[in-house]
Each structure stands twice: as structure tokens, then as C-alpha cells.
């Protein structure tokens, strides 16, 4: 096979930019997939998308701007007409072998191998490996616009291109097996044990009354746990765990191993999705950092097991000794869950269409130390890796998971950290970021000090007083209310903005949307609107 050049991929992301049209991009995309080898065409797909790695790499590039920037400066003679311009391949494995560097002089190896590439590129390879490392392609083309790519290319129909690659969770699988086997391969694709998917997600609930109003009877309210997401698959008594970004964790929390294998008895092959938290000695949760603590320890896992014990909370069942249980509504799996799961590893939960019970419930989950409720709909099938209307967080204050995008030197007791964040939320239409507030409330001086470091290993950009990074840290932000506002670009402003915690196990594009933001603008001006008239009819 004759490898196909990274310079067509380059060229194909420059057409991508003029184009404006969503059907344009789609088409364009499936014309390009269409004529790579199927060996090129995932790592190709990836590339296209701004995903040097797959999912489920625990691996990050780690290469900054001012490296960048640097490898630029010593490679600007021209190229080096002797050598052959890279292809495809040797790009996606190059940079897959850059994200393997750590340790000591891993700068200097980082930049020796992408020398190696930008040598024997031309000016328009090298922008668009640029834009690759960075992380922003800004040409339009996401995930959703890929798989309508891959539903055009085999002529399947767009909803088995997005169940397949639910099932599979991982998007270079996807491409593989469109190319390979086309529609009919797509179709069939299953769910199978060891081979985590992506979990489904839930969106935010701004008023319990309005949702029973809209559901119009009983909907389940479980406790929301402030853990971790782990999805669990057993078979022949052998369980795995993998986190919520499908990283394998099993390792590093044995004691949830063993919940496992004491709770779930009398069944072959089983996939459990839940939540696991950290406890005190008495049970009672622990902050949702003391977790964390846990799940990056592979060394030394004895000692911290009994210092920050494990507590495994189970609330959904996706497959059943081979059978498929992922359509079937919510109501049908709980049942299934209830007959094969221990008691003491479900979550609590209540069915009701009555707000003061979920309120009292609401009430004991925060006494209790839990983060709110998560309200479920009773016929709701489970829908991996969506975030829809089907699961809702009630939670007491509000959150948003934004990321940094820049960040602002800190003076007086904070001179030489960075200390004001730029906030941002994720625009899904341009794959870009936009501002919606800053702060510099909410960490330790100790979590400054590391937040200082990681930012500035992500830094694009430093004019004295900001610090520009690459979008990558995701932090959960409690504020007071949103504003409209004109200083920003996308139009709001948060108010009294803090951090809460760092969302190490979000990745950039799971952040908040913008478009999340307006909803939760409206509603929050429908509701001040109403709570004002209240106020006033009682003055009457
Ligand atoms: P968030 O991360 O704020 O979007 O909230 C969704 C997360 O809540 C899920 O990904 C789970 O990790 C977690 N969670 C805690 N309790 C539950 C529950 N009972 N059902 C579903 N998710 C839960």
C-alpha cells in the first residue's frame, strides 16, 4: 500500500475552514475517509478532529506552545528536499510515541521527535500539526460531524452509527469497522464484556416541581453521589473496572473488587454502572479529593485501603449473561439490578411524583453528606455517552464544569502564582472556548502552587500579565447567577464565581456548553421572574 500524506490531510482541513455549511463538512469528510486504506483512515479520523490520541490513553502530548515555538525558530530553513514529507500514519504515531515521553529530558526527546516530522513538512503541514498539538482545529468538524461523515460513507443510517459507537466508546474502533465491514458491520456491533462504554450522563435541573409537572407522574430520585463513575464488568467471577473516561482502574482499588465479587452472586457475565465514593471510618463520605488520592495510586494500594476506604454505590445493570439490557427502560433494569446486586450496594432511591418527598429525600441525601439527587425517568432506556433530559442532577447550589483558557499573574500575597483564572465554557459549534467569568476564590495555597505549574507547562502565551493555555483543565465553578454581559464575547458573565474542585477526570469537551449557559440564564430569569411576583402578590 502506497501511504497516503499527511499534506492531504492538511490540505482537506483547509477546505474544511471555507466551508460553511454542516452537510458540506459532513460530505467532504466521508469523500476523504472514503479514499484512505482502511489501516489510515482511524488514525486519519483522529487527526481530523483535533485527537492525536485515542480515547481510553492515559497519555497526554504535553508539548507547549513554547516549544513550539522553538522547534519553529531552528527548523525554519526549508525543507529538506531529500527526505520523503511524512504520511498519516507516521504522524498519528509519532505524536503517539511523543505523548509516551516522561521523565527527565523528556522536553529535549518531545523535541527531537517532532523535529524529526516538521523538517519535512511544508508550511501548511506544519500549521495544521500545530493546531493538532494545541488542541484546536477550529474548522467546524467534531465528533458529531464525523459520524454523520461515517453514516454518509457506508450508507448507514446516522442513529446505528451513533449506537455502535456507544457500544464501542471508542472512535478509531469505529472508523475500523465502518471501513472494514461497512453498514452491515456497524449494525452489528455489540456490547461486550471487558470493553467499557461510555457512560451515559445527565443534565441539570433547575426545578423539581416543573420536572414532575412535565413528566406528569412518578419519576425515581436517587442519591447523587460526589465520587468517582465506575463501570463494572465481570465475568466468570473475573471483574474489571474502568473509570469514567474508560481507563481500566482495577488495579488501584481491590477493595472495590472484592464489594464486587461478595455483592454480585449466581451470575456469569455482568456489566454494573455506579459510583464509588471514599468513607471515613463510620462510613460517612469523604470530599470528593480524598477519592482522588486513591485512584492514582498503583503502588502502596494496601496501606491507603484501610487509610481512605472504598464505598461502591451500584444504580444501573447494561447486560445480563448475554443479553442486552440497554434499551430496556429504567423501570425493567432497576428490577433486574434489585434480584442481582446486594442490597447494601444499591443506591438509595425513592419513586414519587410528590415535590416535599423529594425535598425531605433531597434534605437526607445532604445530611447524609451526598452531593443532591439524581432524578431518572422511569421509561428511560440507558443511552451511553448522552447527556440528555432522561437524567437530571438536582443539586443544592449550582455548578458548572468550565475550563481555563488563560490566567492571570497574582500580586501581593499571591505574587508568582497564577492566580485569576479565565474561565470558559465549550462552544460545541466552533470547538472553541468562550469566556464566562473569572476568579481566583477557591484553592488552597498549596493547590495555587500546582495549579501554577500545570498551567504553565499548557502555556500558548505570556504577555507579563496573562498566561494564554491551551484549554485542558476542567473546573467544577459554583456561582451565584448569570449575567448577561457585553465585556465577554459570549455574551454572560458569572457572578461570585469559585472553585469547587478540579475536574481531573473531564476532559475539555465535557465541560459545560455555552449553549447550557443561556438555557440556565433563561431559567434562572423565569425563575426570579416568578419568585418576584410571589413576593409581590403577598405584599398585596
Ligand atoms: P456531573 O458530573 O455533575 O455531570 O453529574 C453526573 C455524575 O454524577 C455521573 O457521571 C456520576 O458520576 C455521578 N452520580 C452520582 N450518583 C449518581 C446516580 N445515582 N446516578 C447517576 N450518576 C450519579
Redesign the pocket.
Known sequence: MVETRFEELAEVCEKLVILSGRKDKVSQVARFLKRLDSKEAPAAALLLIGRALPEGSEKKLEVSFATLMDLLEDSSQSLLSSEEPPTILEVSSTLKRIAEISGPSSRSRKMALLRSLIMRMSELERKWLFKQIIGEMQHGVNEGVLLEALAELTGANLKSVQRAYMLLGRLDELVKIAKEGGREALEKVKLKIFNPLR?M??EICNDVDELLKDIGGSVAF????????VQIHMKDGVVKIYS?RLNEVTESIPDVVKQVKDGVKGVKEIVL?G?VIAVDRDGKPLPFQELLRRFRRVRGVSEKIEEIPLKL?V??ILYLDGVELLDKPYEERWKILSEKVDAKLL?PRIITSDPKMVKNFLEKAIEEGH?GL?A?RLDSPYRPGRREKL?L?IKPAE?L?LVIVAADWGYGRRTGWLSNYHLAAYNPRTDGFEVVGKTFKGLTDEEFELMTKKLLQLKLSDDGYTVRVKPEIVVEVAYNEIQRSPKYRSGYALRFARITRIRSDKSPREADTIDKIRELYLKQFRRKGSLTEDFLSSRR
Do not use: T
Open positions: 457512560p450522563l445527565a436517587e442519591y447523587k453521589f460526589d465520587g468517582a463513575r469514567r454502572d459510583e454505590q444504580f444501573d443506591a452531593e439524581m431518572k437524567w442532577k455548578n464544569d
